[in-house]
């Protein structure tokens, strides 16, 4: 018997050991009714995603939960707000910046803020490269959107020397570390554990270079 869309993300989140209120997992079945909803009229996601939604894109996105660091995180290439919306919802004590150059989805991720009365998130439809950002950011994610290279030179303009980004991979991306842009380097990889999602997840953070240092390997 299938289960239910409660009890899939009530077991995922236990599994991945975060901290979930009951008003927060009313708010992120509310996100999913609402991605589907759009999903079926719009495409968002695919329209064959349905039924691994929730491993698929909302434990997947909440994965990266324990990694995250800083007041200010800003999501690349958002989309439909992955990982940045279940993340706030998870995350109230910090401020979301999700960017998307895609109108189809901006408009998605400002119905979801007004909706769920998100007031930690905040919707740019721009591309990244001509974003500017009046604060630091302290991190950066994305996920699905480029190779690491191309993803740090679109970034350069709001990357401090302080700034994370934190890169959602399938398999370990051994080539694309390698082709770093020169000044950046590895300084964590996590292998993700992603209930109800047999494929191979992978975390890449990705630092500028700081004198002295030489390329991290740490892993978990």
Excluded at 183 to 199: A, I, R, Y
């Amino acid at each position: 018997m299938a289960i239910s869309n409660r009890e899939e993300l009530q077991r995922g989140i236990a599994a991945l050991s975060l901290p979930a209120s009951n008003e927060q997992l009313e708010t992120l079945l509310a996100y999913i009714d609402l991605l589907k909803k759009w999903n079926a009229a719009y495409n968002l996601l695919g329209s064959n995603e349905q039924a691994t939604l929730i491993s698929r894109h909302i434990l997947d996105s909440l994965s990266i939960h324990p990694y995250l660091d800083g007041k200010l995180i800003a999501d690349i290439g958002a989309g439909a707000g992955l990982p940045g919306i279940p993340l706030a919802i998870l995350n109230p004590d910090r401020e979301f910046l999700l960017i998307d150059s895609n109108g189809k989805k901006t408009r998605f991720m400002f119905q979801a803020k007004l909706q769920l009365k998100l007031s930690n998130i905040s919707v740019e439809n721009c591309r990244i490269e001509h974003y500017q950002s009046k604060r630091q950011i302290d991190m950066v994610m994305c996920r699905a959107f480029s190779t690491l290279a191309d993803a740090l030179n679109l970034l350069q303009p709001i990357f401090s020397d302080d700034c994370k980004l934190l890169a959602m991979k399938g398999h370990y991306p051994n080539q694309e570390i390698a082709d770093l842009p020169e000044g950046f380097e590895l300084t964590g990889s996590n292998t993700l554990d992603v209930p109800g999602n047999e494929s191979q997840r992978h975390l890449i953070e990705i630092m500028r270079k700081r004198q002295g240092s030489s390329n991290g390997t740490a892993s978990k």
